[in-house]
C-alpha cells in the first residue's frame, strides 16, 4: 500500500533549524517527484519545494529560498526538509507527497506540525 | 509568482452542479496543461481530484470534471453530495521555471 509519514515537526524559537523526514512506503522515491507543501494556520495551501524523480531539478518557492533545503535518502526510501533561519511565518503543517505528473501530487501524507515561536 | 486566484466561497444544494474558477495568466494556466484540482477537509491529506486539467485518477468519482479556457480552468462538481463539502485549491504547475503555484482555496458549502 503506497503511503508516505511525516515526522520531526515540533516548537522552535526563531532563527534555529529543524529537518523533517517523509519515508515512503510501498514505492522507491528515487522513480518519483516528491514536493513538500505547507498550510499556516487559517490560510491555503502554500507549495514549498519539489524533487524530480532523477534529482536532477530541485526548486523552491521565494519564501524559503536560500532557508530550506530538500533531499533524499534512496537507501532508506526517504525525503527530508532541512529548514534553517526559521521565523514565525514558517508555522505551518508542513505535507509531503508523491507526484503522479508534472505538479499533481497524488498520495499525501497527513502532516507533521512547525510552530516557531519565541 | 503570484497566487492562482479562486473565488473564496461557492455554494450548491444536493443533486446540484457548481463550478469553481481559477484564474491565472498566460505563463501558468495559459501556457501549460498542468492544472492539477484537490479536496481538502480540514485535519485530513488533501486530495487529488483533476489532474492534467481534465484527468482522473483512479477512485475518483466522474462527478468531479475539469477543464481550461484561456488562463481560467474550472472545477466542476455535478450531483452535489454532503461529503462534496470541503475546500478546494487549485495549482498550476509551470515548467519553465519548475515551480507549483497554488490558488487561495475555495470553500464549497452543500446546502
Known amino acids: 500500500q503506497v503511503q508516505v509519514v511525516e515526522s520531526g515537526g515540533g516548537v522552535v524559537q526563531p532563527g534555529t533549524s529543524l529537518r523533517l523526514s517523509c519515508t515512503a512506503y510501498g514505492f522507491t522515491i528515487r522513480n518519483y517527484g516528491m514536493q513538500w507543501v505547507r498550510q499556516a494556520p487559517g490560510k491555503g495551501l502554500e507549495w514549498v519545494a519539489l524533487i524530480w524523480s532523477d534529482g536532477s531539478k530541485i526548486n523552491y518557492a521565494d519564501s524559503v529560498r536560500g532557508r530550506f533545503t530538500i533531499s533524499r535518502d534512496k537507501s532508506i526510501n526517504t525525503l527530508y526538509l532541512q529548514m534553517n533561519s526559521l521565523r514565525a511565518e514558517d508555522t505551518a503543517v508542513y505535507y509531503c507527497?508523491?507526484?503522479?505528473?508534472?505538479?499533481?501530487?497524488?498520495?499525501w501524507g497527513q502532516g507533521t506540525q512547525v510552530t516557531v515561536s519565541s | 509568482q503570484s497566487a492562482l486566484t479562486q473565488p473564496p466561497s461557492a455554494s450548491g444544494s444536493p443533486g446540484q452542479s457548481v463550478s469553481i474558477s481559477c484564474t491565472g495568466t498566460?505563463?501558468?494556466?495559459?501556457?501549460?496543461?498542468?492544472v492539477s484540482w484537490y479536496q481538502h477537509h480540514p485535519g485530513k491529506a488533501p486530495k487529488l481530484m483533476i489532474y492534467?486539467?481534465?484527468k482522473r485518477p483512479s477512485g475518483v468519482p466522474d462527478r468531479f470534471s475539469g477543464s481550461k479556457s484561456g488562463n481560467t480552468a474550472s472545477l466542476t462538481v455535478s450531483g452535489l453530495q454532503a461529503e462534496d463539502e470541503a475546500d478546494y485549491y487549485c495549482?498550476?504547475?509551470?515548467?519553465?521555471?519548475?515551480?507549483?503555484?497554488f490558488g487561495g482555496g475555495t470553500k464549497l458549502t452543500v446546502l
Open positions: 495549482t498550476s504547475y509551470v515548467r519553465s521555471n519548475n515551480i507549483v503555484i
Open positions: 498566460s505563463s501558468d494556466i495559459g501556457t501549460y496543461d498542468y
Open positions: 492534467e486539467v481534465t
Open positions: 507527497a508523491r507526484d503522479l505528473s508534472f505538479g499533481s501530487h497524488e498520495y
